[in-house]
């Protein structure tokens, strides 16, 4: 078995693979210091109640956006599986060709969801992914990464709405009945879902244009992505572990090396 774990800024998902299937995986908040004894316990606690052991897990890999927690899993592989942990990065072998200026810059969970991305539809592909930003990756017909756009994401949208306009409430991240919103829930409701779907719909049509595509095809994921998806007139699939997938596939071209 093979065990992933991306950590995000908002949230740590981790997920366990039986050769090419997903058997499990839950979520753990990345915002909530812990050691990795703490780490440890929680994990070594999820995989006793769905009957994994450990002795079968044979290989470890990390995509992450937070250098400490990259640090804390990389100790527990080490430590608690007796693992050299595969840490994603630029640097990695992934196949994926990155023409980005700074190839460096580019964080692992866009590398993984590229990867994942043109292995399941091909190119030209936007990747959009919503977590705490909004990213959008974009990879040419013959898979190279070619760059892509971040914005502020849903949930730090009504976030950062609540902190410079104190009088404002924080909403559900719900559609409301009408774009013109009738009460201030409403309104705010509005400005946020009704917003970011003319930001994604209308960045997947300038994106385009801009790189001269008459057709391309766009998947989403992300934690808030089912909130968004079901409007939008340009997103064609939504697959919630596309970066776990990327992982795996990652982990498999690099497996002689970690194994």
């Avoid at 200026?101 to 969801?113: E, K, Q, S, W, Y």
């Amino acid at each position: 078995m093979l065990l992933v774990v991306d950590v995000g800024n908002t949230e740590t998902v981790i997920g366990v693979y039986k050769q090419d299937e997903l058997k499990t995986h839950w979520s753990l908040s990345s915002r909530v210091p812990r050691t990795s004894d703490e780490s440890w316990i929680l994990l070594k606690t999820w995989c006793e109640a769905h009957h994994i052991a450990f002795t079968d897990i044979r290989g470890f890999v990390v995509s992450s956006v937070v250098p400490s927690l990259t640090a804390v899993f990389a100790g527990v592989s080490r430590e608690r599986f007796g693992l050299e942990p595969l840490v994603i990065t630029a640097d990695t072998d992934t196949g994926l060709e990155i023409l980005y200026d700074t190839p460096r810059t580019v964080g692992a969970d866009r590398i993984c969801n590229a990867v994942a991305g043109y292995a399941m539809a091909g190119g030209p592909l936007i990747v959009v992914d919503f977590g705490t930003a909004t990213t959008f990756d974009v990879i040419s017909e013959k898979g190279a990464y070619i760059g892509g756009s971040i914005a502020l994401g849903l949930k730090g949208a009504s976030e950062e709405l609540h902190r410079v306009a104190a009088k404002l409430p924080r909403v559900d991240l719900v559609f409301p009945g009408s774009v013109v919103g009738r009460t201030t829930e409403e309104s705010i409701q509005s400005g946020i879902m009704w917003g970011t779907l003319a930001l994604v719909d209308g960045m997947i049509d300038t994106i385009a244009r801009e790189m001269e595509w008459d057709t391309v095809q766009v998947i989403a994921t992300g934690g808030t992505a089912s909130s968004v998806v079901e409007k939008s007139a340009r997103i064609e699939r939504v697959e919630p572990f596309l970066t776990l997938e990327g992982m795996r596939l990652i982990y498999q071209r690099n497996q002689k090396s970690y194994s």
